[in-house]
């Protein structure tokens, strides 16, 4: 997969999914204009874990300030997983929506049709790593409220398994069959 281990710029919101679902086009992230308004994705493998990271720029040059981090007014969305013998896990999925900015976390939200469709590339781009790794499923920790189940993963195919996370009791894990 092109998206591995680099940092992609992006003209918009809708190149992002054609990337992360076709990034064996390198056509679909030309961008002739470093200091226009631009989407970048950036993926890193560190001990194990893959770690997505996208967020607005306007200048080639925030890459290398890494400017997502600390940057409320650019964040998008982030995205951590691991590659396990049977599945992937989704160990972390994060994204700049009024949930957010309730919060005072972050400028700039996405309304949740935006929102939605950002989750919705990302889980779609799971599923495309699970079959390429040959795994059976995709795994994602929730609340006990199920609030973002609701919102977000019960849309996208995830069901709820009588399974507690490991790492809080408070939380359940849901599971996606590949």
């Known amino acids: 997969m092109i998206l591995y281990n680099k940092t992609i710029l992006l003209p918009n919101l809708d190149a992002l999914n054609d990337v992360l679902v076709n990034d064996e086009n390198p056509n679909l992230y030309t961008c002739n204009c470093v ?26 040059f925030d890459l290398w300030y890494n400017d997502f981090h600390y940057s409320s007014r650019n964040f998008i969305a982030s995205l951590d997983y691991t590659i396990h013998k049977n599945c992937i896990k989704i160990e972390h999925l994060g994204i700049n929506d009024r949930e957010l900015v309730n919060l005072r976390l972050y400028d700039n939200s996405f309304d949740d049709d935006d929102a939605e469709d950002i989750i919705k590339y990302l889980i779609h781009f799971l599923k495309i790593v699970g079959k390429r790794e040959n795994k059976s499923k995709i795994i994602i920790d929730v609340h006990e409220n199920l609030g973002l189940y609701e919102k977000y993963y019960y849309y996208q195919g995830f069901k709820i398994t009588e399974r507690k996370s490991v790492g809080n009791p408070f939380w359940i894990e849901t599971e996606i069959i590949l």
Do not use: D, F
Not at 44 to 57: E, L, P, V, Y
């Open 35 to 60: 200091y226009a308004e631009r989407i970048a994705i950036q993926h890193r493998i560190q001990k194990g874990m893959h770690n997505i990271r996208i967020w607005r720029t306007k200048s080639l």
